[in-house]
């Protein structure tokens, strides 16, 4: 695929596909691995995820620490799991 050719659509306006690639990119260039944990949303509906970034071969660290973290927010987001579940526990409207 071509830089460029897709393009999607946040708050309105049109953005290069490849721009939400920029935060992995500043990672992985210089060999640091790195996961994205997504969580809850918060009051206002908004999702919310945590970026972990390790030293070079710490992939399994990483992955470690993911996999202790996920259950923990679960209980923070009310316990559901499910999506629009908010932090403090409520559901998100819609």
């Known amino acids: 695929m071509l830089a ?4 999607l659509a946040v708050d309105g306006d049109e953005r290069n596909f490849f721009d939400q690639t920029g935060w992995a990119n500043l990672t992985s260039h ?3 691995p790195s996961l994205v944990v997504p969580v809850p949303q918060n009051t206002a509906g908004m999702p919310i995820s945590l ?8 992939d399994r660290i990483l992955l470690s620490l993911a996999e202790e973290l996920v259950p923990l927010l679960d209980v923070a987001g009310g316990g559901s ?4 579940t908010v932090l403090d526990g409520r559901k998100a409207e819609g």
Do not use: D, E, T
């Open 51 to 58: 970026q972990f970034v390790g030293p070079a071969y710490s």
């Open 4 to 7: 460029g050719s897709r393009s």
């Open 81 to 84: 799991g499910q999506p629009g």
């Open 30 to 32: 210089v060999g640091l």
